[in-house]
């Protein structure tokens, strides 16, 4: 079955201690992407990789990393988390940057506290 | 920048009717048109796209119209079940630019 996995799915942690959040997708897609929403602001992305080792940011990357080592996974990584990133996070995978489906994970509620 | 937006925060419509949800962006460059839909507690599913070499385009129990005149994308949900209560976004990307999503419409459908 084609799916993006994405882990934990539900976090809560305090300011400043570093966490990870997994992504992984079967599909060989080479696009993949984090996108947080928020109540009233809908769906933003926070970073996005075109291939392995190839990433870049979105529109709201401050406090954010990734890494593409795999084609496969696409962890976000916050290094230092802070209250203002309590949110909703999803990680999506798609064939191409866009004018294509993309596939998203069942999210990963975060609260930082 | 661009923005995609939807006329209606919320909809609230009754079991058997049919649903009629609007969205307008203003990127003109944008060709390709995707309607999603997002059920408490998960992630947004793909309901139907569209280009924007077609007007319309039907699957199951929906259709996508598109005008490009008036930049205005519309969903038709026919028949509106109870299941198909949820927060529906619209979406458009174009050549080299990800897909940009609207802010959703909430979809309530009462017995």
């Not at chain 2, 109870?82 to 529906?88: E, I, L, N, Q, R």
Request: charge should be positive; charged fraction near 20%; aromatic fraction near 10%.
């Amino acid at each position: 079955e084609a799916q993006v996995t994405q882990n934990p799915r539900y976090l809560i942690t305090v300011t400043g201690k570093k966490l990870t959040v997994t992504c992984s997708q079967n599909m060989n897609h080479e696009y993949m992407s984090w996108y947080r929403q928020d109540p009233g602001l809908g769906l933003r992305q926070i970073y996005y990789s075109m291939n392995v080792e190839v990433t870049d940011k979105g529109d709201v990357p401050e406090g954010y990393k990734v890494s593409r080592k795999e084609k496969r996974n696409f962890p976000l990584i916050l290094e230092s988390p802070s209250p203002n990133q309590t949110s909703l996070y999803f990680c999506a995978s798609s064939l191409s940057r866009g004018r294509t489906e993309a596939f998203f994970g069942q999210g990963t509620r975060l609260t930082v506290v | 920048g661009e923005s995609v937006g939807l006329h209606l925060p919320t909809l609230s419509v009754q079991e058997g009717d049919n649903s009629i949800i609007n969205c307008a962006y203003s990127n003109s460059a944008s060709d390709y048109f995707i309607w999603y839909k997002q059920e408490s507690g998960k992630g947004p599913q793909f309901i139907i796209d569209i280009r924007s070499n077609m007007d319309k385009r039907q699957g199951q129990r929906v259709t996508v119209l598109l005008n490009k005149t008036v930049k205005h994308l519309s969903l038709q949900i026919a028949a509106t079940q109870p299941g198909d209560s949820a927060v529906y976004f619209c979406a458009e990307s174009g050549s080299g630019y990800a897909l940009n999503f609207g802010k959703g419409t909430s979809l309530l459908v009462t017995p």
